[in-house]
């Protein structure tokens, strides 16, 4: 007997080079943004969420991890057969600190091609104590997938059983790249300091625009 999964769900996930670095510069301009922001209320319990234009006022610390997130983004989207690609790639980018207590409801990013979200600071000690804060990764086929009878489930090819929700835990450089339709969420958080993360959305935008993006598809 063979088990074969079909319609599989990407999830990318890619640790950046020079981490570090990039996520001081960061820190800095997302604090910076917050000490004269008060932010947005959108998906986000709790914390501090900016606008969607971090592009603008983050500087060149931004435009970096922007860069990074649209390599990968060229590397995992291709043409439909037959066609040559007629776009450019535009981000979205906003911050959020997050400290005790926060968390985001389940939701999704309509009219994006990839959504994002990259982590600069945990709040946690590399390798400490689990307090909260994944993110949840939801089956796109709910409710389908848990209407069996008798509580049964399925098995998955190595043999586990099949879960609905997969739980990632952040790690502070890494980015984590996913469908913008997959419903996502974030645990609430319980550690003592505040955490920061970076979420992000690829758009495809006419060629032909006159206004200026960061990359294109044939790069």
């Keep these: 007997m063979q088990v074969v999964n079909l319609f599989e769900t990407p999830l990318i996930v890619a640790q950046l080079p020079n981490a ?11 604090l910076d943004r917050r000490a004269g922001d008060v932010g947005v209320r959108k998906s986000n319990w709790g914390g501090w969420q900016s606008d969607t234009q971090m592009i603008a006022w983050g500087g060149d610390p931004a435009r970096r991890l922007a860069e990074q997130f649209l390599g990968l983004c060229n590397q995992i989207t291709a043409p439909a057969p037959g066609t040559q690609p007629a776009f450019a790639w535009s981000v979205e980018m906003w911050a959020n600190v997050s400290g005790p207590g926060s968390a985001n409801e389940a939701h999704s990013h309509p009219g994006a091609v990839w959504s994002s979200v990259y982590y600069v600071e945990t709040g946690l000690d590399e390798g400490g104590e689990q307090r909260g804060g994944n993110l949840a990764l939801y089956d796109p086929r709910l409710p389908a997938s848990r209407m069996l009878p008798f509580d049964l489930r399925y098995r998955r090819p190595d ?39 970076i979420a992000m959305n690829a758009n495809a935008v006419p060629r032909h625009s006159s206004e200026e993006y960061l990359a294109r598809p044939e790069r």
């Design 159 to 197: 043999g586990q059983i099949y879960q609905s929700l997969s739980a990632v835990h952040p790690v502070a450089g890494q980015i984590l790249v996913f469908p913008p339709w997959l419903l996502h969420s974030v645990h609430p958080y319980h550690g003592d300091q505040e955490r920061i993360s």
């Design 20 to 30: 570090p670095a990039l996520n001081a510069a960061l820190k800095t301009a997302i």
